[in-house]
């Protein structure tokens, strides 16, 4: 994650490169697409190829930046090793729904 977050909103922007994991790459590809879904949901631009996420985010004011970049935070830490549980297609949608649910949480605080 790069970011820059100030009261200039046109300057403010995250960048977030997401690839790779333990697993073999079917199962990095579906835990790719569950990470990608997501982030294009909250507004991103996203470059998805194979296992490899690249998304940016720019020109919003600084609340909202935080917030996404304390979306990013959740991903990050709870897609750590789902790549090793993603056994089918149908993974990546429990999975999504799932985190969908406890970034919830987030917005609750």
């Given at each position: 994650?790069?970011?820059l977050?100030g009261?200039?909103?046109?300057?403010?922007?995250?960048a977030?490169?997401?690839?790779g994991?333990?697993?073999?790459l079917?199962?990095?590809i579906?835990?790719a697409?569950?990470v990608?879904?997501i982030?294009e949901?909250?507004?991103?631009?996203v470059?998805?190829k194979?296992?490899?996420?690249?998304?940016r985010?720019?020109?919003y004011?600084?609340?909202?930046?935080?917030s996404?970049l304390?979306?990013?935070?959740?991903?990050?830490?709870?897609?750590?090793q789902?790549?090793?549980?993603?056994?089918?297609?149908?993974?990546?949608?429990?999975?999504?729904?799932?985190t969908?649910?406890?970034?919830?949480?987030?917005?609750?605080?």
């Open positions: 994650v790069e970011a977050v009261e200039r909103e046109r300057e403010n922007y995250i977030f490169n997401f690839k994991g333990a697993a073999n079917e199962r990095k579906r835990r697409r569950l990608a879904d982030v949901e909250n507004g991103f631009r470059d998805l194979q296992d490899s996420v690249r998304a985010l720019e020109g004011g600084r609340g909202s930046m935080e996404h304390e979306i990013l935070g959740y991903l990050i830490f709870h897609t750590r789902l790549d090793m549980v993603m056994t089918n297609d149908a993974s990546i949608e429990f999975y999504k729904e799932k969908r649910e406890g970034m919830k949480q987030l917005s609750k605080r």
